[in-house]
């Protein structure tokens, strides 16, 4: 398989991962009846890392669907002609790598947050809030698998994005060596 065909296979693959996570965690709510007439709503609101994990894999599927169409305009090009485009190759890596580290820190975050209102924590006086809202925070745990799973698939472009840039320099080129 050729690698712009793989690259846009795996970019097509963490874009849905990244709009199904951002999806599964903006649209999850659920309602409880505290007491008589008090009602709480639990959304990805009351965490603020759930909230910023929204917001990245956002932008992320965004970047990956711009990607994509740069994948699908450099299949028409020969491989030749792509020699002239080191600088956006640079670009590419750069914003990939970026990318990935971005996603895997807040999905990090967001699961920190998450085990937090799991176990709760007695010293600070916060409560388990999964046991009150089960449905909400096994949701929140899909989400969040799906989030690591779109980060492995951002590795793995990462990957090949920088095989990509690199292997457009060559050994004598880069040392200034002259064939004899």
Same mark, same amino acid.
Request: hydrophobic content about 55%.
């Given at each position: ?8 296979? %795996?970019?097509?693959?963490?874009? /849905? $991962?990244?709009?199904? #996570?951002?999806? =599964? @965690? ?61 600088? %956006?190759?640079?670009?590419?890596? /750069? $914003?990939?790598?970026? #990318?990935?580290? =971005? @996603? ?77």
């Amino acid at each position: 398989m050729d690698i712009v065909k793989m690259e846009a296979l %795996l970019r097509l693959s963490s874009t /849905l $991962l990244l709009v199904l #996570t951002a999806c =599964l @965690v903006g649209f999850d709510t659920q309602t409880k009846v505290i007491f008589l007439s008090t009602v709480r709503k639990a959304t990805f609101r009351d965490l603020n890392a759930l909230m910023a994990l929204v917001c990245i894999d956002s932008v992320a599927a965004a970047y990956n669907l711009l990607q994509l169409l740069r994948c699908f305009v450099s299949c028409s090009f020969k491989a030749n002609q792509m020699q002239s485009y080191l600088c %956006l190759a640079w670009v590419c890596f /750069l $914003l990939d790598q970026a #990318t990935v580290y =971005l @996603v895997v820190a807040t999905n990090s975050a967001a699961l920190a947050a998450s085990f937090l209102a799991i176990t709760g924590a007695s010293n600070l006086q916060w409560m388990k809030l999964c046991d009150k809202y089960t449905r909400f925070c096994i949701q929140i745990g899909g989400a969040l698998l799906c989030g690591y799973a779109a980060s492995l698939s951002l590795a793995l472009i990462s990957i090949l994005s920088g095989y990509s840039l690199f292997r457009l320099y060559s050994p004598k080129r880069f040392f200034l060596l002259k064939a004899r």
